[in-house]
């Protein structure tokens, strides 16, 4: 129960803190939408705070497309609701949703390593997923170890 109990403390944690870093596109972004956003995530419905950031997210990368919004600060918030919505997605168990926000997130700002880091773990989470490597494993009868799909404990 105790390890139930931290868990929880750590995803309530880790909700307040995005929800913080909402505040730094407050009035860049459409205000409802965001009110909206961090409603849902502090209630803890991700399908609903993902389906807010994908609407943000399309309104941006439609300004972005008409050259509208081509500043390396719009930019930059296009990247942060990508990455959201990946960590949303993340949190659902919907893996190559995840691992596509994040790729995005890259793409819009390659030199944050946050972004670079999730997605190289949804990418690592997706390979050790793939039927064709679980495959190998059962008709090898190696370890997982040998494929590199789990840390050694040394």
Request: charged share 15%; hydrophobic share 45%.
């Given at each position: 129960?105790?390890?139930t109990r931290a868990s929880y403390q750590a995803y309530v944690r880790e909700l307040k803190q995005r929800i913080a870093k909402l505040e730094?596109?407050?009035g860049q972004v459409p205000e409802t939408l965001l009110d909206e956003a961090r409603t849902a995530l502090a209630q803890g419905d991700g399908c609903r705070a993902d389906s807010l950031f994908a609407r943000i997210e399309t309104k941006i990368q439609a300004?972005?497309?008409a050259a509208v919004l081509t500043t390396q600060a719009n930019i930059s918030i296009a990247a942060k609701v990508a990455y959201q919505r990946s960590?949303?997605?993340?949190d659902e168990?919907?893996?190559r949703p995840a691992y596509e926000h994040a790729r995005w997130a890259v793409r819009l700002a390659p030199d944050n390593s946050r972004y670079r880091s999730g997605s190289g773990e949804l990418a690592w989470i997706l390979k050790a997923?793939?039927?064709q490597v679980g495959n190998r494993v059962r008709a090898t009868g190696r370890?997982?170890?040998?494929?590199?799909?789990?840390?050694?404990?040394k």
């Open positions: 129960m105790a390890d730094a596109i407050r300004a972005i497309q960590q949303i997605a993340k168990v919907r893996y997923a793939s039927p370890s997982p170890l040998h494929f590199g799909l789990v840390e050694s404990s």
